[in-house]
């Protein structure tokens, strides 16, 4: 089975701080990782994912996140936050699905990301 | 535009009332799914469907009900039997099966108990 937790419910970062907002995952099978953010009254956007291959995702906005094994972590980070940064963001894992079955998301429970002036 | 229109945007639900959310795609995709959103728990699936005519059960399907007659269309019926449809309720869909295709996600219906 798979699950995702998302440490710290809440984060606060000043603008031009690092944003680092943590996961960690679960999984039975190699998974496949995404983020995805979620502005006020909105539904959700992608990230980055990671499937294969190289552990370092580049995303949109200038995030990206880094997929260890080792540590069963998929953290996002950004170098220097900005204002319209400020969103809810969102964990997933899934098995990517086998022959016919469908594969399933699971997300985290969110972290907010208040970004200060 | 393609996308994933979702409506009404707010609802109001009156004690032992069945609504129905909408959700129609123009994107072509097979898979559609449907998630509730509550404060602080992320999102539960609740029903989702790989082909017309077919759809399975997600986590917490117990009070909803859905309908998958035309691959555009899901719909979802909340019914008299789920007794806390209060949450933020949102519809998606992907272009295949396996789900390292991204999901697309409407921009949600707010339910509401009056």
């Known amino acids: 089975a798979q699950s995702v937790t998302q440490l710290g419910s809440h984060v606060s970062v000043s603008e031009g701080a690092l944003v680092l907002l943590r996961c960690n995952y679960s999984?039975?099978?190699?998974?496949?990782l995404f983020w995805y953010v979620q502005y006020p009254n909105q539904g959700l956007q992608l990230l980055l994912k990671?499937?294969?291959?190289?552990?370092l995702v580049k995303g949109i906005n200038g995030f990206e996140a880094e997929f260890k094994k080792s540590e069963t972590s998929f953290h996002l980070t950004k170098p220097s936050a900005h204002m319209s940064d400020a969103a809810e963001y969102f964990c997933a894992v899934s098995d990517g699905g086998r022959g016919s079955t469908l594969g399933r998301l699971y997300f985290g429970r969110g972290t907010q990301l208040t970004v200060w002036p | 535009d393609g996308g994933i229109t979702q409506s009404p945007k707010y609802l109001f639900r009156k004690e032992g009332q069945n609504v129905t959310l909408s959700c129609e795609q123009n994107?072509?995709?097979?898979?559609m799914y449907w998630y509730r959103q509550d404060p602080g728990q992320g999102l539960r699936l609740i029903y989702y469907s790989q082909i017309v005519n077919d759809f399975q059960k997600g986590d917490i399907a117990e009070g909803y009900s859905v309908s998958r007659e035309k691959k555009e269309s899901f719909p979802l019926t909340v019914t008299s039997a789920q007794k806390n449809p209060t949450a933020f309720y949102l519809c998606?869909?992907?272009?295949?099966?396996?789900?390292?295709?991204?999901?697309?996600f409407g921009s949600g219906t707010q339910l509401s108990v009056l």
């Open positions: 999984s039975s099978v190699p998974p496949y």
């Open positions: 990671y499937t294969t291959g190289a552990t």
């Open positions: 998606a869909s992907s272009g295949m099966v396996a789900t390292n295709e991204k999901l697309f």
């Open positions: 994107l072509n995709h097979d898979a």
